[in-house]
């Protein structure tokens, strides 16, 4: 018999090669060209797991604003008078370019964004192609899909999104917005610029009209300067709840429509009689996928008092397994926080849920790089429903464990936030899994799963989680008249 | 013998108290002054209180019974059918053919709305086809407690038409009645009464709009607004999302309201929530 060996589980690397080119520098993509910003400013965008510079992003003024908003104005008429049939073959071929430059859009947001390829590739970049697909075919079918009224285009659109799914929020935002006859300008975040401008020559390569979108990169002041602009028509934001309540302070005296996707401090529900296998699963995609930063992230964890002990088992078992590391390793479970803010924001979340009395427990036990930003997944045992960080949304990787002992509690507890967007709920028995579904106050709720997502399923919040829906045929009411 | 004049109160919780701060409006109806309660703040925030204390009790019947409730209702205002038509000519100058329009529009909406309760959710929801192993559904629910202030260019059915999706659909509601023309809203409170609506569901206050307008826009309570607003009044109630994110929908007090619009699913635009349920085909 051969002496037993000690076994080197590791993995080895397994890098994502696939090439992408970056040009130095980016302009804005204006009247269907790309120009450079009139501001003359420009700042730079960064690879968050190595601090290293990717490119110089355009950072548009208020001249640059308006000239954005009048090419989408000028395009207006020609684009929501055009046949429908028409409209949709524009949306389709975007659909499937995007499918066929999948692989670099997915390398592209992973260098951005900081987050695994893997999922880049698995969710985020499907999600992207099939949303316009989907879309596509509402152009025409409006009639259908808002009963009793004629469906009629609102205008120009101001779209401001997130950093955290990039071209998915892009996305979101621009299909829904010219399947109904709209035009639009869209800001990306400043810290994830380049999937937005390279959807740009998409846009360009599919002969899209110019001025149908446009996008306009900059920071904070320049998602105001559009959300303000007299001649937008229609005001979509995704991001934080405090950056929402300016825009909705901003909107109130003028007739722009306005919808809101907003924060999230999301209940994830385990009963005893969960599938327990699945829950754990479901537990970890719920505050791992993405790093955490993910608005409807399950990072109130409510678990039956019986079985506290033996998920909490279970749970920090399998937080051994996720790999943090390189987001273009295709073995990361966990990469890189986006940006240094976001990373010292996080880590302060941390500070104070051990200050205030709750148990950190962290699993990992490798090396973080001495480069980029990092977090280890971290879970919090002992939080009272009073504590900082079992009320304010964290968007990172930090989950809270509170416990119940009846659905009723359970309940009262899931809704003991000023958020709702979102809910999951883990049980054997269907008819406790809907009993709880129909009383917590959320726009989605996920039973025996979570984080799943779909063009044809609406999104979006109750409560401060904003209002308005993404996807399916609620998400398009949000773009007509 | 003589004759006996009406007090008239605010409806709150499904009794008819004074306001509480003992102020009132002087109204000149038909040679008759009348003192009409002046609503304070702190009428509207127990009229909120109320609201949201009924509110999920409401929302929980069955939509069946609600439907029935509202049918109840529009039999309470048939049998008040010529009150109604002198609350509206009382303080305007409409005539007598106009004000019985809007009567008829009026009771016609509510028995509208009485079919919409077991209606809306078919017509809305969706059985979503996703691109993966799972059942997803999205329903309609409720908002919660919803404010509403009526037009005085229509001060019933502009009541109505904001406030009949609403209760449709199981929010509580607080109203503000026409500023101008309040004596129907509150021969509305008396129909309420006397109808099978659960005291608390509907709640009618009568008042200065500049006074009760930025209370209703900044109240921490109120989840959603419809409101027949312009101007000012129209800026401060959509500012009123900045608070905690109300569903604000605002229409121009000049709006017909007798338009299919408001009879159509749009008009629950504003007072209703989509919740969307995932769950797995092959667990």
């Keep these: 018999m051969q002496p037993t060996q000690a076994i080197d589980w590791s993995y080895a690397p397994a890098p994502e090669t696939f090439p992408v080119e970056l040009q130095p520098e980016h302009g804005l993509f204006i009247g269907g060209a790309f120009v450079a910003p009139r501001s003359r400013k420009h700042f730079a965008t960064i690879d968050p797991a190595n601090e290293k510079p990717l490119s110089r992003i355009a950072e548009a003024g208020k001249s640059d604003v308006d000239a954005a908003v009048k090419a989408a104005q000028k395009a207006f008429k020609g684009w929501s008078r055009l046949r429908p049939a028409v409209r949709a073959g524009y949306l389709f071929r975007i659909a499937r370019r995007i499918q066929e430059r999948a692989r670099e859009l997915a390398v592209l947001e992973s260098m951005d964004n900081g987050k695994p390829i893997k999922e880049t590739r698995d969710v985020d970049l499907p999600l992207v192609a099939q949303h316009f697909f989907h879309h596509a075919g509402w152009c025409d079918k409006l009639a259908h899909a808002v009963p009793g009224v004629e469906p009629r285009p609102l205008g120009v659109c101001a779209q401001v999104i997130p950093w955290n799914f990039p071209l998915l929020m892009a996305a979101w935002k621009i299909a829904p917005a010219l399947a109904c006859g709209n035009t639009v300008v869209l800001k990306p975040a400043e810290t994830t610029p380049l999937t937005a401008l390279r959807l740009a020559e998409i846009l360009q390569e599919v002969d899209l009209p110019p001025g149908v979108v446009n996008i306009v990169t900059g920071a904070g002041e320049t998602g105001r300067l559009l959300v303000e602009h007299p001649n937008v028509q229609k005001v979509a934001f995704t991001g934080s709840t405090e950056v929402g309540k300016r825009i909705a302070r901003s909107c109130a005296g003028t007739d722009k429509r306005l919808t809101l996707e907003l924060g999230g401090k999301s209940p994830n529900i385990i009963f005893a009689d969960a599938p327990m296998d699945q829950a754990i699963e479901g537990i970890v995609n719920g505050i791992w996928f993405n790093q955490g930063q993910v608005c409807c992230a399950g990072s109130r964890l409510l678990v039956e008092e019986s079985v506290v002990d033996e998920v909490i088992g279970r749970l920090t078992h399998r937080m051994r397994s996720l790999r943090v590391g390189h987001p273009l390793d295709k073995n990361t479970d966990v990469g890189a926080i986006n940006s240094r803010a976001q990373l010292e924001r996080v880590n302060s979340f941390i500070a104070c849920g051990v200050r205030e009395g709750a148990d950190r427990i962290v699993c990992f036990d490798g090396a973080l790089p001495d480069t980029g930003y990092w977090i280890a997944p971290t879970l919090f045992r002992g939080v009272q429903p009073a504590h900082t960080i079992a009320r304010e949304e964290i968007f990172g990787p930090v989950l809270t464990v509170l416990t119940f002992r009846t659905p009723d509690e359970a309940i009262a507890r899931a809704n003991d936030t000023n958020y709702g967007l979102s809910a999951g709920v883990w049980t054997s028995r269907a008819s406790k899994a809907y009993e709880v579904a129909a009383g917590v106050k959320a726009g989605v709720v996920w039973l025996n799963t979570f984080n799943q997502f779909d063009a044809t399923s609406p999104f979006g919040g109750f409560k401060e989680s904003g209002f308005g829906r993404e996807g399916g045929r609620a998400g398009l009411a949000a773009y007509l008249a | ?283």
């Design chain 2, 1 to 283: 013998m003589a004759t006996v004049t009406k007090t008239w109160k605010l409806f709150i919780g499904g009794a008819f108290p004074r306001t509480e701060s003992g102020r009132t409006i002087k109204a000149v109806a038909g040679g008759t002054v009348h003192h009409l309660c002046k609503a304070s703040r702190k009428d509207l925030r127990d009229a909120v209180e109320s609201a949201r204390a009924a509110q999920p009790k409401w929302a929980a019947s069955t939509a069946y019974l609600r439907g029935q409730i509202l049918y109840r209702l529009a039999e309470m205002l048939e049998a008040r059918r010529s009150e109604f038509i002198d609350a509206i000519r009382a303080t305007s100058r409409v005539t007598p053919r106009k004000a019985k329009a809007e009567v008829e529009a009026s009771i016609e909406h509510v028995v509208s709305f009485a079919g919409w309760t077991d209606k809306i959710a078919i017509v809305l929801g969706s059985q979503n086809p996703v691109a993966g192993p799972f059942y997803t559904f999205t329903g309609i629910e409720a908002t919660g407690v919803v404010g509403a202030l009526a037009p005085d260019e229509s001060p019933l059915l502009g009541a109505l038409a904001l406030v009949c999706p609403a209760l449709a659909v199981g929010n509580a509601v607080v109203l503000v009645a026409s500023e101008r023309h309040p004596i129907p809203a509150l021969v509305l409170s008396e129909a309420l009464a006397t109808s099978d609506v659960p005291g608390g569901v509907c709640n009618i206050l009568t008042g200065d709009h500049a006074e009760l307008v930025p209370s209703m826009a900044t109240h921490r309570d109120i989840d959603a607004i419809v409101a027949a607003a312009k101007g000012k009044h129209a800026a401060a109630l959509k500012a009123g999302a900045a608070e905690n994110m109300k569903r604000v929908t605002v229409v121009d007090p000049a709006t017909d309201f007798t338009d299919a619009r408001w009879r159509s699913p749009t008009a629950f635009r504003g007072v209703t929530e989509a919740k969307t349920i995932w769950m797995p085909s092959m667990a």
